[in-house]
């Protein structure tokens, strides 16, 4: 099993900036692809992006890329989503995922998910 705990989020103006950090604990996360979803009130959990388990190669959803960066320390077992830019849009409870089968971008396709946090950026 996989413990995932997402931490990080809050309130912020438009423009500004928050980092989400993922820790995990239960086992080493150092060979999973890690992915962050977002889900806003009434709407489908939607795919931020995902990092491979080196940490050289990502990739994002059109709607953040250039303004989302995602990181990960696996001596920490910690994955990293740096938001700059924000927007209202961006307002979302944000998710981790980790364990992925299949298509990435699919939020079906992961098995371990921590509990969110919530992102709030005001206009």
């Known amino acids: 099993q996989v413990q995932l705990v997402e931490s990080g989020g809050g309130l912020v103006q438009a423009g500004g900036s928050l980092r989400l950090s993922c820790a995990a604990s239960g086992r080493t996360l150092s060979r999973d692809p890690m992915g962050w979803f977002r889900q806003a009130p009434g709407k489908e959990r939607e795919f931020v992006g995902v990092?491979?388990?080196?940490?050289?190669?990502?990739y994002y959803a059109d709607s953040v890329k250039g303004r989302f960066t995602i990181s990960r320390d696996n001596a920490k077992n910690t994955v990293y989503l740096q938001m700059n830019g924000l927007k209202p849009e961006d307002t979302a409870v944000y998710y981790c995922a980790a364990d992925p089968d299949g298509d990435y971008t699919n939020y079906r396709d992961f098995a371990f998910w921590g509990q969110g946090t919530q992102v709030t950026v005001s206009s």
């Open positions: 990092i491979s388990w080196t940490g050289d190669s990502t």
